[in-house]
């Protein structure tokens, strides 16, 4: 018999704990409102971690986007540069000047280095 009434009593000890959580009685007890500043220190820490998860993941889009850009601008630098390294070649300076209807020639002579000599004055 005393199998059966420690059976009984956990059966009722089952039985109220899960009639007082149901009954929302766990709530008003001692016990929790002891574990409470480390409960709410849980949720706080839990909402943090989210939170910096949020932030990463954001950045990183961000750091992408970025990249994304200056791939495109480098892309268009070179071209610009090729097409500023086209438009200097001196062909391309004389037709521009011919079709634009300057009379301004080519020299026929290379040019030449000036040198000019210092007078000591004393």
Do not use: C, H
Request: no cysteine; glycine share 6%; net charge positive.
């Amino acid at each position: 018999m005393t199998n059966e009434a420690q059976k009984d009593g956990k059966g009722r000890g089952r039985k109220n704990s899960l009639k007082s959580f149901l009954g929302g009685n766990i709530l008003a007890s001692e016990r929790l409102t002891r574990e409470l500043p480390f409960v709410f220190f849980i949720v706080f820490l839990g909402i943090l971690l989210i939170a910096n998860r949020y932030w990463s993941e954001k950045t990183i889009r961000q750091i992408e986007a970025v990249q994304d850009s200056i791939k495109e601008l480098r892309a268009e630098s070179v071209t610009f540069e090729t097409e500023l390294m086209r438009m200097n070649r001196p062909s391309e300076i004389v037709s521009k000047v011919r079709a634009s209807g300057l009379d301004l020639m080519e020299p026929l002579e290379p040019a030449r280095k000036l040198k000019v000599e210092k007078l000591d004055q004393e």
